[in-house]
């Protein structure tokens, strides 16, 4: 039996176009990504890197290509019908945390089941976040806000909120940007954990230190795939 991709891109074309010119962002990217993958996307500034993870993440659509989730073709879906698989299969870390500082750790990280289940019961709820508070080691910050916390204990509850609702892929944005080397290479380390736990991820970096960190290893230039490595076992 053949495995089945949990991502597949197929001849993925993205142009912006501006009154004074067209940009050919992404020009004919392949990509499959499988259950337990750990994927780092690297290339330099303006290689297409942002807007190829933009559209892995449903936050935009392609110009041309197909691309399938878990075998559904999300090509060319309305802003809405993106939203709603955005939420059920995508989880999104971004450079800057995206936390929401009047809320405490647990509602920041309940928040998107609240939105998404709104039928779940208060403690079903509280059983999956204190899970994923959990895996990231922070089950003991339940009730700080996320100003109260240091800049890789914030990230550490941005994962945790990227995981509540099971996603079938994580995506990552960046994930160190904003964090010190310390705090960084906490952060990833983590994530490396999640990913042997079963967690599949993609994630951009130009940190060629954290990109040899996954298991297979893309590089985008000028919005081309270029060469791939793979490595059977993470270092
Ligand atoms: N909304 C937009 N409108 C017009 N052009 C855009 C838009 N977004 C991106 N581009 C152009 O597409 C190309 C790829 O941009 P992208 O942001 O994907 O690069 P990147 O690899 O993420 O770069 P960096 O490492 O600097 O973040 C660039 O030439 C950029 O100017
Ligand atoms: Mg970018």
Do not use: W
């Not at 991709?5 to 004074?20: G, P, R």
């Not at 935009?60 to 802003?79: A, F, R």
């Not at 698989?85 to 989880?91: A, D, E, L, T, Y």
Request: charged share 25%.
């Amino acid at each position: 039996m053949t495995k089945q991709a949990k991502i597949q891109m197929l001849d993925i074309k993205k142009v912006f176009v501006t009154e004074e010119m067209e940009t050919h962002a992404l020009r004919g990217v392949n990509l499959e990504i499988f259950d337990g993958d750990y994927v780092s996307i690297s290339g330099p500034s303006g290689c297409g890197k942002s807007s190829l993870l933009s559209l892995l993440g449903l936050l935009d659509s392609p110009t041309s290509g197909q691309y399938l989730i878990e075998g559904q073709d999300v090509s060319s879906l309305s802003i809405n019908e993106r939203a709603l698989i955005r939420n059920q299969k995508i989880g999104f870390i971004f450079q800057a945390f995206n936390l929401i500082d009047e809320l405490s750790v647990f509602d920041n990280v309940a928040l998107p089941l609240r939105y998404r289940e709104p039928a779940m019961s208060a403690q079903a709820i509280k059983t999956k976040v204190m899970d994923c508070l959990e895996k990231v080691q922070m089950s003991h910050r339940t009730s700080h806000k996320p100003n109260q916390l240091s800049g890789g204990q914030q990230q550490r509850i941005a994962i945790a909120r990227a995981l509540v609702g099971d996603p079938a892929i994580l995506l990552v944005d960046e994930p160190t940007g904003n964090l010190d080397s310390k705090n960084g290479d906490a952060v990833m380390a983590m994530l490396a954990e999640l990913n042997k736990a079963g967690t599949t991820l993609c994630m951009v970096t130009h940190d060629p230190r954290y990109a040899d960190m996954a298991q297979r290893r893309l590089h985008l230039l000028d919005g081309c795939m270029a060469d791939e490595l793979t490595f059977k076992e993470a270092v």
